[in-house]
């Protein structure tokens, strides 16, 4: 909840609202689907899987504990069932706080219809394509020539076709009418494509589909890289000396030790110090039968971070000081923590002499450390950098566009964002900036129309360029600044939105 104090001045200031290395949040299935009603995964009546899109990250596989689960598929079946996947994903790196353990699983659940009766699909269909004979399996080789197959050839009486690809990390599909086309990707591996036939009376009639088993060859040994990143990410080990292995997408993890084919071991010693250190570990791993030293184990070592005991160090990145600056006349305003931390009152005091040219000051501001940290109670100093504006602000010469303003930026909470249906991204106007990128404006003034833009402490969408899609619903990442009432840019971020549903609020992701 935030509170605002009215503060009469009789000239402006500007905020600077830059966020000091701020602590990154946890990457978890909120993140990656932020909003679980409309993850887009669907499995059709004949099991064929639509793959869900997350918000953040990269799929990089998706199974399924169910036993009937095969192929990548699930058999039809006579009335609805509940179905679900896990999906791993790939943690964007240096953006969250569990970036080094890689990957993130999250277990996603739909209802298939059933073929007979169902509730979620009321008419069932009937009729529909044939299969005429069926699709070889194709093998490829990274790096190596593509291959398309010509649909209409194996089935009857269809006139529009589709495909379903849940591994586009081992090939890529394109479809053009009949014509699929699978491409290698950068690593081997094995995976089923379905070919999808309907006929123009479709969901009335039923779909068919025929399988295509896909095997990418690496064409080389597998080393411990791949594609210039390694083939185990993530991990970490407890202070208590418990391992949480890294994953491999690749090949499969057989043991571990603590020297290059050394005794197997589970856990490693604790960490009695107060901080952390690391810890290297060899793993022997296994390559698939795409690579040529498939069954060899290799080993490959890892660097891992042991947690010490201690509780955290507070720094000022943690504090998160946010809001304050300095006036026009120079007066001193104090900036507050988000995580609610007390600031104190510069020792100084002081207020700045007037400038007659934008001037950067730092201010040095008391932050006493809350519980749960080292020296609770004891205080910090944290050293904030605000521009002092001149008596005179300057409009610059380069041109920006900026959307209809919003209360919020994205976030899987918001409401009034740039992601919400009810907030239109609207008429974009044009602004003057003396800086002509979108992230060269933080702590300058924007002006329109010769003046200072009256941002009223809202947020914009920022282009170079009007493009009716700069941002809002279905655009991901575009760019945000917040405006002060006296042009001045506060913040800027970069913010996501989902595709947008039949209704309610439309939660949104910032980067």
């Given at each position: 909840?935030?509170?605002?104090?009215?503060?009469?001045?009789?000239?402006?200031?500007?905020?600077?609202?830059?966020?000091?290395?701020?602590?990154?949040?946890?990457?978890?299935?909120?993140?990656?689907?932020?909003?679980?009603?409309?993850?887009?995964?669907?499995?059709?009546?004949?099991g064929i899987i639509t793959p869900p899109s997350t918000?953040?990250?990269?799929?990089?596989?998706?199974?399924?504990?169910?036993?009937?689960?095969?192929?990548?598929?699930?058999?039809?079946?006579?009335?609805?069932?509940?179905?679900?996947?896990?999906?791993?994903?790939?943690?964007?790196?240096?953006?969250?706080?569990?970036?080094?353990?890689?990957?993130?699983?999250?277990?996603?659940?739909?209802?298939?219809?059933?073929?007979?009766?169902?509730?979620?699909?009321?008419?069932?269909?009937?009729?529909g394509p044939t299969k005429n004979g069926s699709i070889?399996?194709?093998?490829?080789?990274?790096?190596?020539?593509?291959?398309?197959?010509?649909?209409?050839?194996?089935?009857?009486?269809?006139?529009?076709?589709?495909?379903?690809?849940?591994?586009?990390?081992?090939?890529?599909?394109?479809?053009?009418?009949?014509?699929?086309?699978?491409?290698?990707?950068?690593?081997?591996?094995?995976?089923?494509?379905?070919?999808?036939?309907?006929?123009?009376?479709?969901?009335?009639?039923?779909?068919?589909?025929?399988?295509?088993?896909?095997?990418?060859?690496?064409?080389?040994?597998?080393?411990?890289?791949?594609?210039?990143?390694?083939?185990?990410?993530?991990?970490?080990?407890?202070?208590?000396?418990?391992?949480?292995?890294?994953?491999?997408?690749?090949?499969?993890?057989?043991?571990?030790?603590?020297?290059?084919?050394?005794?197997?071991?589970?856990?490693?010693?604790?960490?009695?110090?107060?901080?952390?250190?690391?810890?290297?570990?060899?793993?022997?791993?296994?390559?698939?039968?795409?690579?040529?030293?498939?069954?060899?184990?290799?080993?490959?070592?890892?660097?891992?971070?042991?947690?010490?005991?201690?509780?955290?160090?507070?720094?000022?990145?943690?504090?998160?000081?946010?809001?304050?600056?300095?006036?026009?006349?120079?007066?001193?305003?104090?900036?507050?923590?988000?995580?609610?931390?007390?600031?104190?009152?510069?020792?100084?005091?002081?207020?700045?002499?007037?400038?007659?040219?934008?001037?950067?000051?730092?201010?040095?501001?008391?932050?006493?450390?809350?519980?749960?940290?080292?020296?609770?109670?004891?205080?910090?100093?944290?050293?904030?950098?605000?521009?002092?504006?001149?008596?005179?602000?300057?409009?610059?010469?380069?041109?920006?566009?900026?959307?209809?303003?919003?209360?919020?930026?994205?976030?899987?909470?918001?409401?009034?964002?740039?992601?919400?249906?009810?907030?239109?991204?609207?008429?974009?106007?044009?602004?003057?900036?003396?800086?002509?990128?979108?992230?060269?404006?933080?702590?300058?003034?924007?002006?329109?129309?010769?003046?200072?833009?009256?941002?009223?402490?809202?947020?914009?969408?920022?282009?170079?360029?009007?493009?009716?899609?700069?941002?809002?619903?279905?655009?991901?990442?575009?760019?945000?600044?917040?405006?002060?009432?006296?042009?001045?840019?506060?913040?800027?971020?970069?913010?996501?939105?989902?595709?947008?549903?039949?209704?309610?609020?439309?939660?949104?992701?910032?980067?």
């Open positions: 909840m935030s509170t605002y104090t009215k503060i009469n001045v009789r000239s402006p200031f500007y905020l600077h609202l830059v966020e000091p290395s701020p602590p990154l949040p946890d990457f978890d299935c909120l993140v990656a689907f932020p909003n679980s009603n409309q993850t887009g995964f669907a499995v059709d009546d004949q918000s953040a990250g990269v799929i990089e596989s998706i199974s399924s504990d169910d036993a009937d689960f095969a192929n990548n598929k699930f058999p039809t079946e006579s009335s609805d069932t509940t179905r679900s996947i896990k999906v791993n994903i790939a943690i964007p790196p240096a953006l969250f706080a569990n970036s080094s353990d890689g990957f993130f699983e999250c277990t996603l659940t739909t209802t298939q219809p059933g073929i007979t009766t169902s509730v979620v699909q009321p008419t069932t269909c009937s009729g070889g399996g194709q093998t490829l080789t990274v790096g190596g020539s593509s291959v398309t197959i010509d649909l209409a050839s194996f089935f009857n009486s269809a006139t529009v076709y589709d495909v379903s690809n849940v591994n586009p990390n081992i090939v890529t599909t394109a479809l053009s009418g009949s014509s699929l086309t699978l491409s290698p990707n950068v690593i081997g591996g094995t995976t089923t494509v379905y070919g999808i036939a309907r006929d123009a009376s479709y969901p009335t009639t039923c779909e068919e589909t025929q399988a295509i088993s896909v095997t990418v060859n690496a064409g080389s040994a597998l080393g411990c890289t791949l594609a210039g990143k390694s083939i185990l990410q993530g991990g970490s080990i407890t202070a208590a000396g418990v391992i949480t292995d890294p994953v491999s997408p690749v090949a499969g993890i057989v043991e571990k030790s603590l020297t290059s084919g050394g005794t197997p071991i589970t856990s490693v010693s604790a960490n009695t110090g107060s901080t952390a250190q690391p810890v290297t570990l060899f793993y022997k791993l296994t390559p698939p039968a795409t690579f040529t030293n498939s069954g060899t184990p290799i080993i490959c070592e890892i660097d891992l971070t042991q947690a010490g005991t201690a509780d955290p160090t507070f720094s000022c990145a943690i504090a998160n000081l946010t809001g304050g600056g300095v006036s026009q006349n120079g007066a001193i305003l104090t900036p507050t923590s988000k995580i609610g931390a007390t600031v104190k009152t510069p020792a100084s005091g002081t207020a700045f002499p007037t400038v007659t040219v934008d001037t950067s000051r730092t201010v040095t501001f008391p932050v006493t450390i809350p519980s749960g940290y080292q020296d609770a109670g004891t205080d910090i100093n944290c050293d904030v950098t605000f521009t002092q504006p001149a008596t005179t602000p300057t409009c610059g010469s380069n041109t920006l566009y900026i959307s209809t303003g919003a209360v919020e930026p994205p976030s899987d909470t918001a409401t009034q964002s740039h992601c919400n249906k009810i907030q239109v991204v609207g008429t974009y106007t044009e602004i003057k900036a003396t800086s002509d990128s979108v992230t060269g404006v933080l702590d300058t003034v924007v002006c329109s129309n010769g003046t200072p833009f009256d941002g009223r402490d809202l947020y914009y969408v920022i282009t170079t360029s009007i493009v009716d899609a700069a941002g809002g619903p279905g655009i991901s990442p575009f760019n945000l600044v917040k405006i002060n009432r006296n042009g001045q840019v506060t913040e800027i971020a970069v913010g996501g939105c989902p595709t947008p549903s039949s209704g309610g609020n439309q939660a949104g992701t910032l980067f």
